[in-house]
């Protein structure tokens, strides 16, 4: 059974799907307080949180059975997401659900101040008529800046360009076939961008890189009476610069959703003097529609992620799952067997690892890479070991990852090889798919073999002399162990030969240490896998 605490007000659209799933213990408490929430989450395997809450390390220093963060929205800055990874913890967000919220209400926000909307809405709630006071401007013809060409933003571009803008957008991270297919065109600064925009709006998310993007200079380099809208976050943001430019009268209207801080202090309030300002206590995601999506979806990344299967919203996983990803399966499960191989045949302590893979796989060596050391981890580890935090523990070890892929097959089609090396030693593991749905090991330390990543194998290296397996057969029949499978590889013949006894079950160190006396043995271990 997995509990689930909702910690803000979701659809119960997703309440309902989690609430129908067996295996979850819902415990919604939308307006939890903060002090509790620290007393309580111990007892919880997963989070659903909005913006309300924010997910820091002081609360996952008390969730010790925390294994997934769920965001229900876009903006992952509320959560510790380093502190996440590092805990193993997955964080799935809701992309996409609530985009045309959040897209219209910037629209709004838009036309409000374009047309000084609000201030016409108040003057007649005043008893007053007076038209000559209410003169605005038109979308049609103005030139449009998008910060953040993503979803929100491309929805903000559609609608720009239907009301006859012209759309410009800088967004570093998006190929310029982007803005082709949506008719924006891309620049390559944001001071471009700023210089030639009559209206601003932001869309990108709230990162190191773009905390405080937004201040003196920018404001300084915008067109006098700009129109300024932000509908993302407002710590993108310089609000002390915004209120100085305000009060140099740069802009003709401001339209604000988020804050730096939520709900605005009077250092922020500063800015609501200015008259043409329209204003939103962050709910750009707020409409039914959307916030049906968002729960939805949150609910079943949840569901799916403490379950253990391939969530498509994974915010810190080390790699994302594209197309074809389900395909791959057999080779993760075979990239995570041949960590835990190595580690066990080789021993942990190699300060480099070289993942290679080829063949039509290597296009998902990101996620190859995380397996391979979630079980190179594993067996040497203390603690829980996950894809999440397999990177991060490698990192904290001193190990450097050394990843390579081609698309020609080495011997397979689709192959994976580990190399682990320091100080001049090196081991080598190797394997492939058949069919890309049988994982095998075939290759250890130079010898091409066959092994079933399964299970006890008893690994042992042998002088190529007749005789050897019959030793070794007869210690295990004496301690009734079955031997289901055998394979032998060696370089050449009556040289060193490398064996691999798949055992229905474990051998006791008394009776390795048998196996290891046999004269022409030269090293022979057990590997649990
Ligand atoms: N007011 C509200 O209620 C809502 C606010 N949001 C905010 O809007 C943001 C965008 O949402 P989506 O479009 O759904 O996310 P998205 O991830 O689809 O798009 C974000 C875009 O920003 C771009 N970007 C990243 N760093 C950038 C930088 N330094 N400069 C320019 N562009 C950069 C990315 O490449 C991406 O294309 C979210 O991160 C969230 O903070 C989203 C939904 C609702
Ligand atoms: O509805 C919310 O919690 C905020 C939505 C939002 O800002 C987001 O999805 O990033």
């Excluded at 689930?4 to 307006?31: C, K």
């Excluded at 491309?154 to 076939?177: F, H």
């Excluded at 090196?426 to 010898?447: C, N, R, S, W």
Aim: hydrophobic share 40%; aromatic share 6%; with cysteine.
């Amino acid at each position: 059974m997995y509990r689930v605490l909702v910690t803000d007000h979701i659809s119960s659209r997703g309440l309902d799907i989690l609430n129908s799933d067996p295996e979850i213990d819902l415990d919604y408490q939308p307006e939890i307080r903060w002090e509790e929430l620290l007393e309580i989450i111990q007892d919880y395997h997963a989070i659903i949180t909005r913006s309300r809450t924010p997910v820091t390390e002081e609360l996952l220093e008390r969730a010790d059975n925390l294994k997934v963060v769920g965001r229900a929205g876009v903006g992952v800055d509320n959560v510790d997401l380093e502190a996440c990874s590092r805990r193993g913890i997955l964080v799935v967000n809701a992309p996409g659900a609530n985009t045309v919220g959040a897209a219209e209400l910037t629209i709004a926000h838009l036309y409000t101040v374009l047309r000084r909307l609000h201030l016409a809405h108040e003057s007649m709630m005043n008893g007053e008529w007076d038209r000559k006071r209410f003169m605005g401007e038109e979308l049609d013809g103005k030139v449009v800046g998008i910060i953040g060409l993503g979803n929100v933003g491309s929805q903000v571009a559609i609608r720009c360009k239907a009301a006859g803008a012209t759309v410009i957008a800088y967004d570093p991270y998006i190929p310029r076939e982007k803005g082709d297919r949506l008719g924006v065109e891309i620049v390559d600064t944001l001071e471009e961008l700023i210089k030639r925009s009559d209206i601003v709006t932001l869309h990108c998310p709230l990162t190191e890189e773009t905390r405080g993007m937004i201040g003196a200079k920018e404001f300084e380099m915008m067109k006098d009476g700009v129109y300024f809208i932000n509908c993302a976050r407002g710590g993108i943001v310089d609000e002390d610069a915004m209120y100085e430019y305000m009060k140099k009268g740069k802009f003709a209207g401001i339209g604000l959703d988020v804050f730096g801080k939520e709900p605005p202090d009077d250092r922020i309030r500063r800015i609501f003097e200015f008259p043409n300002i329209s204003l939103s206590p962050h709910i750009g995601a707020n409409t039914y529609e959307s916030q049906d999506k968002v729960a939805i979806k949150i609910a079943q990344q949840v569901i799916a992620a403490l379950k253990g299967q391939f969530v498509e919203a994974a915010v810190n996983a080390p790699f994302t799952v594209t197309e074809g990803f389900e395909n791959i399966k057999a080779f993760l499960l075979l990239a995570e067997r041949l960590g835990s191989f190595l580690t066990q045949y080789a021993g942990g302590n190699f300060k480099e690892l070289n993942v290679e893979v080829r063949g039509s796989i290597a296009e998902h060596i990101k996620p190859i890479t995380a397996y391979v050391l979630k079980g190179f981890l594993e067996p040497i580890l203390d603690r829980p070991v996950n894809i999440i935090n397999a990177p991060f523990l490698a990192k904290e070890r001193g190990i450097n990852i050394v990843e390579s892929s081609r698309e020609e097959g080495l011997v397979f089609k689709d192959f994976i090889k580990i190399t682990v090396s320091q100080n001049g030693r090196e081991h080598v593991v190797g394997g492939t798919a058949f069919y890309g749905q049988i994982p095998k090991i075939m290759l250890v330390d130079g010898y091409w073999i066959d092994i079933d990543p399964e299970g006890v194998i008893l690994m042992f290296e042998n002088k190529d002399v007749p005789g050897v397996i019959a030793k070794i057969g007869e210690i295990l029949a004496r301690h009734n162990i079955n031997i289901a499978g055998f394979r032998l590889g060696r370089l050449e013949k009556g040289k060193i030969a490398l064996g691999a006894l798949q055992l229905d079950e474990k051998v006791s160190d008394a009776v390795l240490e048998e196996i290891n006396e046999i004269p022409e043995i030269l090293k022979a271990k057990q590997i649990i896998l």
